[in-house]
């Protein structure tokens, strides 16, 4: 039988799907019962039919007194009532911070496929410890394409829904390239309860600013709010000490990488100006400047000039590479989730809040 893996703070597994929440009604007092036939059994609850033993029989009879019901004269009554009280309870339990490893592993198979079975099972473990990332993978990743593993590289590829990852170093984490790229796909096909107030008004200037500037999760209003927050905040921080620390731990890549993004500042690890100045480089090929900076006007930035313009176009490409970072160190933990809470405390909290909200 499979087992719900632990959430943070519970103590003792659970069983999964219907048995998992029968045990929970059972801890708050209806009596004990044993699901080997559903039918079966609410017959024996209902009638007192024999062939359960007689202790599974005696455990039934007692089921109809827990909903104030006679087993003989309120069958149908029961049975409606019986199943919308576990029913109910099953939604509660899904929504309490356990994973359910048998429908994480049946959605993981592309996943399965580009590991090996040791590494398949480390990293549905890691998982196991972050239930909302976890649910993510149980409920979406069934629609990733392909995914493979390639020598000194990774990639998430949007047109063709496809991953390309490799292995990285200890310090670093094992499987950092692989959570990150993973964190770019969810970003692109997952869908949560967000607002995009900003984008919508770049887009109402032309609809071609719609193949540039996407709606997804790391361009939502509250998501860009903590990233322009975390600006504001490194400025405070960023001080020759704290590049120090930054440059010396490979596990603050994700972090550094940040840095670059929002401030073209390279420490060690960053994506550069070329991947960051993308979008309004595509923009400007396209006449389309003087439409973005009207946008961010009415929106109240201060664009001024092209420059000031550019700059905050930029933000969307540190926001995804944000998003994508802050997948991995919640992901993996440790002392990459450690820098990011030091770091990019405001962008962390939104990216929680902004899980909450996924829409299955």
């Known amino acids: 039988m499979q087992r719900i893996a632990q959430g943070a703070g519970e103590r003792g597994p659970k069983e999964n799907g219907f048995v998992g929440a029968m045990q929970d009604l059972q801890g708050q007092g209806m009596p004990h019962i044993i699901p080997m036939n559903q039918k079966e059994t609410l017959c024996a609850v209902a009638k007192g039919k024999a062939g ?51 429908e994480l592993k049946a959605n993981t198979k592309t996943l399965q496929g580009a590991l090996s079975a040791d590494d398949y099972d480390e ?33 998430y590829k949007p047109s063709s829904k496809s991953i390309e990852f490799d292995f990285d170093s200890a310090e670093k984490g094992k499987f950092s390239t692989l959570a990150h790229e993973c964190g770019h796909y969810f970003d692109d096909v997952v869908r949560f309860t967000v607002d995009f107030g900003e984008i919508e008004k770049i887009q109402s200037k032309s609809p071609l600013f719609a193949h540039f500037i996407e709606k997804k999760a790391s361009s939502s209003d509250d998501f860009l709010e903590g990233v322009r927050a975390d600006k504001k905040h490194l400025k405070k921080i960023l001080t020759a000490d704290a590049k120090a620390e930054l440059y010396a731990d490979d596990a603050s890549a994700g972090v550094q990488d940040a840095i670059d993004g929002l401030f073209d500042t390279r420490i060690r690890w960053g994506h550069g100006n070329k991947y960051y100045n993308r979008k309004y480089d595509k923009i400007k090929s396209m006449g389309l400047e003087k439409m973005m900076k009207e946008a961010y006007q009415e929106l109240g930035y201060d664009a001024s000039s092209q420059v000031k313009v550019k700059a905050i176009c930029r933000t969307y490409g540190a926001a995804s590479e944000m998003w994508a970072n802050i997948v991995e160190a919640v992901t993996n933990g440790g002392k990459s989730l450690e820098y990011v809470k030091k770091y990019l405390p405001n962008s962390y909290k939104a990216f929680l809040k902004i899980l909450k909200g996924v829409k299955k």
């Open 52 to 102: 359960f033993g007689r202790g599974r029989t005696e455990s039934a009879e007692k089921r109809p007194a827990y909903f104030g019901l006679d087993k003989a004269k309120d069958f149908g009554e029961f049975k409606r009532k019986y199943f919308t009280c576990l029913k109910n309870n099953f939604k509660r339990v899904r929504k309490s911070g356990k994973i359910d490893l048998t």
């Open 123 to 155: 990293y549905i473990d890691i998982l196991s410890k972050s239930p909302d990332v976890a649910n993510l993978y149980a409920h979406h990743f069934g629609n990733l394409q392909s995914i493979k593993r390639v020598k000194n590289g990774g990639a």
